[in-house]
Structures are given as structure tokens and as C-alpha cells.
Nanobody, 128 residues
Framework: QVQLEESGGGSVQSGGSLRLSCATS????????MGWARQRPGKEREGVAV???????TYADSVKGRFTISQDKDWNMVYLQMNSLKAEDTAMYYC??????????????????????WGQGTQVTVSS
């Protein structure tokens, strides 16, 4: 059974940084695509970053240049480094996983919202 557990959320002032972590277990992690999504108050869940098993990463326009997704396959961990945080980044952040796309290409960041496996989420609050 796929298990994902996020950590690292918290409260930070605008312009600050946070690093989210996702511990993964229960599947052949090395082949899966991993992503981060967020759900802001009153909004639908949206994908913000995705990384393929080969390390290729893509981002939503709203976080491009500020957020970085990375993975450590030795420790089955996925990270989201968030810099230059803004009040509009306030959201519940979720780690997600899915098998690689059947067409052999790469997922877009927005595709993360449709991934099949999810953690419980970690809250990020950015005050202005």
C-alpha cells in the first residue's frame, strides 16, 4: 500500500522560506512520478510541482523560480523548497504519487491534482 507523509509546514513571514518533506513507502518508488499540490482557502486543489523518476521537473507558473522540487531515492524522500513566499502561497500542501504516464512522456504540474496517491497534507501559512 502506498503511503505518503508530509512534514515541514508552518508559519512564516512574506519573503521567507520553508522546506516541505514527504516520506514515501509501500511501492516501487523509483519508477513513480512525484508531485506537490496545494489547496488554498476556498479554492480547488492545484498541482504546483512534479518530478519524474529521471529527475525532470516542471512547475506551475505561479511558483516557477521560487519553488524547487527534489527527490532522494536512497531515502525515499521528496522535498519542496519554497523561497520568496507570498501571502497567496498560504494553503494546505499535499504530497502525491502516481505511476509514470502510459504515453511515455512527462506529467505537467497541473496533472498532479489527478494523481492517485496522497498524503494527509501539511499547512503553510504566510503572513504579509
Amino acid at each position: 500500500q502506498v503511503q505518503l507523509e508530509e512534514s515541514g509546514g508552518g508559519s512564516v513571514q512574506s519573503g521567507g522560506s520553508l522546506r516541505l518533506s514527504c516520506a514515501t513507502s509501500g511501492y516501487s518508488y523509483s519508477k513513480y512520478s512525484m508531485g506537490w499540490a496545494r489547496q488554498r482557502p476556498g479554492k480547488e486543489r492545484e498541482g504546483v510541482a512534479v518530478i519524474a523518476s529521471d529527475g525532470s521537473a516542471t512547475y506551475a507558473d505561479s511558483v516557477k523560480g521560487r519553488f524547487t522540487i527534489s527527490q532522494d531515492k536512497d531515502w525515499n524522500m521528496v522535498y519542496l523548497q519554497m523561497n520568496s513566499l507570498k501571502a497567496e502561497d498560504t494553503a494546505m500542501y499535499y504530497c502525491a504519487a502516481d505511476p509514470p504516464p502510459l504515453w511515455g512522456g512527462y506529467y505537467r504540474a497541473l496533472d498532479v491534482a489527478g494523481f492517485g496517491y496522497w498524503g494527509q497534507g501539511t499547512q503553510v501559512t504566510v503572513s504579509s
